[in-house]
């Protein structure tokens, strides 16, 4: 039996067993086969969720990029370790091999310290999805600098706080970059956000569009230029296990986004093993994830997991839809992809299109696919199934988070059984349960309930950033002696899970994650607006889209609506970034309210649904009579 690589859904259950009952043994025998260890540890694992503090591999010191890379070099370092597909099909790819990667993570890291940037202080990485932001991560790593990569579609007002919040020194951006038929000025948009972060000292800048820019003399510099004359020859930092990896921010259902805190060996470990069974990887396949590696399936799935394992790993600049919708399937008959993993939305679109984007091309090197970040409905499930994988590669529905820093639900392929809809089993050394309303857990199956985990898994986030009580309160304090995920989930008669989706008021939209309170806070800064209240309600392909409730204030308003509209989101694009933009805005008089003053979103998120049927009593309300108008005036 293989603790490492699973191929049947016996050995699964073997292993699984295994990893509940000793979760310390089955741990340490994956640590120690696999992974190159500067020292061992002492202790396997130590935690208290009501701390909360959780210790994986206490003691044993490792750099995760000499697993990542340099242990290769000797059996693999001609092999592609990254393969980047430019944002025009005209622009060849580049094939980077284990040796490159090796060199250039080594003379960018010399870049870093030459620039001041010591173990443990943060840079915040702002780069489009070319090989220096893959480089960057790792060269961070390399030296013990903490990354923290912000997604290079977040606005301005976005960047500049979670710069401020982990105190970053250093930014690293682009001259700007390319999404489709449009540039973008990311330059721009870090000098902006710089206005307000004096803690950062120094800004490099890949040059990607060739677009003249302003450079800020004392503080700007070309990355090229520095990158040319460094050593590429960079000794690892030696780190303790739970030194910090990187810090990524996610939203929250309240207040300001939280940077979640991850360290090293546990990540290590648990998302190699994952990725190793999830997509069952083998030594010549191609993999690829079209996620963007400012979000954590990105960090987990572009970069950490799949270099751990040796593999070749795409990294793709450009959208779905450019030039063509046909541009996914592109690249997977270009470049033989074997392991696909996309997210629903993504899925979604391209089955809105004609099948001859699909058919034009040879998928036969598909062997898995993957689905990841929100629910995937049935029909696009069937679709991915039927004309992607052509019935013949399993589609793994993998469930996890920003914190859980692995896939925490998912088949295995080739093993578990699909269902459509499912996430199906945990992984080994994932212990779920479901809870009540009252924190009583729901035993046996066909039942649902609040999704926890019952102990830690090595990836699990060790804290918030700058502040331990909020992680505490958020993930450890619903429910006693567990992490609570903010999910719903219903277990069927197998025991198979299906996630239903949050239970806070977090909204998915297109896989990501925002918060309402953020948005309402940003739609509140126009000066017309005096409250607001945002509910999500089902998009055909965006999973989930955002219903405005908005008032106004009292001062003879007379603009045209459609007006105020726009302007609403204009202020969203500026504060948070065009994924959070208000697809409908209805102004109203009042919005229901509790007597204590609480908005009853339950209510508003029915309405914007278009499902008045029973929204319940609404006697007890504040304001019961809103709620018709409400209804009448619904978009
Ligand atoms: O609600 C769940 C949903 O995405 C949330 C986590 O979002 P984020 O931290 O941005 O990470 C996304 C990528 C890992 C979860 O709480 N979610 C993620 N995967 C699935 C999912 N919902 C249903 N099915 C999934 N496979």
Redesign the pocket.
């Known amino acids: 039996m293989s603790n490492y690589h699973i191929k049947h859904l016996e050995e699964y259950y073997g292993v699984y067993r295994k990893s509940i009952q000793k979760p310390e043994v089955f741990w340490e025998e994956v640590a120690e086969e696999h992974f190159l260890w500067r020292k061992r540890w002492d202790k396997v694992l130590s935690w208290d969720f009501n701390k909360p503090e959780i210790k994986w591999f206490e003691g044993a010191k490792l750099n995760i990029t000499e697993n990542c890379i340099d242990r290769h070099l000797t059996v693999r370092g001609d092999k592609t370790a990254i393969l980047f597909e430019p944002n025009s099909p005209d622009e060849p790819a580049q094939h980077i091999t284990y040796k490159e990667l090796h060199e250039r993570v080594n003379r960018f890291a010399n870049v870093l310290k030459q620039e001041g940037i010591q173990k443990g202080d943060r840079v915040c990485i702002y780069l489009p999805m070319i090989p220096e932001l893959a480089i960057s991560v790792l060269a961070c790593a390399r030296i013990g600098a903490v990354h923290s990569v912000v997604f290079a579609g977040f606005s301005s007002t976005a960047l500049s706080t979670r710069i401020n919040d982990c105190e970053a020194k250093m930014v690293l951006t682009s001259d700007g970059s390319y999404r489709g038929a449009k540039t973008i000025d990311l330059k721009g948009i870090v000098d902006e956000a710089l206005e307000d972060c004096s803690c950062v000292d120094t800004v490099l800048v890949a040059k990607r569009i060739q677009s003249d820019i302003q450079m800020k003399d004392g503080r700007d510099k070309w990355l090229q230029p520095l990158l040319d004359v460094a050593s590429d020859q960079c000794e690892a930092e030696i780190m303790d296990a739970e030194d910090p990896l990187f810090i990524l921010y996610?939203s929250g259902s309240t207040g300001m986004p939280k940077g979640m805190l991850h360290t090293t060996g546990g990540y290590m470990v648990y998302t190699a093993y994952t990725f190793k069974n999830v997509f069952q990887y083998d030594e010549n396949d191609v993999y690829w994830c079209t996620a963007d590696i400012g979000?954590?399936?990105g960090h987990s799935y572009i970069v950490y997991g799949p270099l751990a394992n040796g593999a070749t790993t795409v990294m793709f600049e450009g959208v779905p839809s450019y030039p063509d919708m046909g541009r996914f399937w592109e690249i997977v008959e270009k470049h033989k992809v074997n392991q696909f993993y996309t997210a629903p939305t993504a899925i979604r679109a391209l089955a809105k299109e004609n099948l001859d984007f699909v058919e034009k091309y040879d998928l036969s090197s598909l062997k898995v696919l993957g689905?990841?970040?929100?629910?995937?409905n049935e029909e696009a499930w069937h679709w991915y199934n039927d004309n992607v994988g052509k019935k013949k590669s399993p589609i793994v529905?993998?469930?996890?988070?920003?914190?859980t820093g692995g896939i925490m639900i998912s088949p295995i392929p080739f093993a578990t059984p699909t269902k459509p809809t499912y996430?199906t089993l945990p992984l080994p050394g994932i212990n779920p349960s479901l809870m009540d309303e009252n924190g009583i857990e729901i035993k046996g199956n066909q039942v649902d309930g609040r999704l926890c985990i019952k102990a830690p898994w090595p990836s699990i986030a060790r804290s918030i950033w700058g502040n331990h009580q909020r992680y505490k309160d958020t993930y450890f304090s619903a429910y006693d002696n567990m992490y609570f995920?903010?999910?719903g989930a219903l277990r069927d008669e197998v025991g198979y899970y299906r996630?239903t989706?949050?239970v806070d008021d977090v909204i998915?939209v297109s896989?990501?994650?925002l918060g309402t309170a953020p948005i309402e806070d940003a739609v509140n800064e126009h000066q017309a607006v005096a409250e607001s209240a945002i509910v999500g309600f089902p998009h055909d392909i965006k999973g989930n889209a955002l219903y405005g409730y908005v008032i106004l204030k009292e001062t003879g308003e007379t603009r045209n609506q459609d007006n105020l509209r726009k302007e609403i989101n204009q202020i969203i694009t500026e504060h948070i970034g065009p994924i959070a933009k208000l697809d409908k805005i209805q102004f109203t008089s009042g919005l229901p309210k509790t007597r204590s003053g609480k908005i009853m979103r339950r209510i508003l998120r029915k309405i914007a649904g278009k499902d008045t049927s029973n929204l319940g009593d609404t006697s007890t309300l504040l304001n019961p009579e809103v709620v018709q108008e409400i209804i009448d005036n619904a978009l």
């Open positions: 996610t979000w954590i399936t689905s990841v970040g929100e629910p995937i529905d993998t469930w996890w988070q920003t914190e996430a995920t903010g999910d996630i989706g949050r998915i896989g990501h994650n």
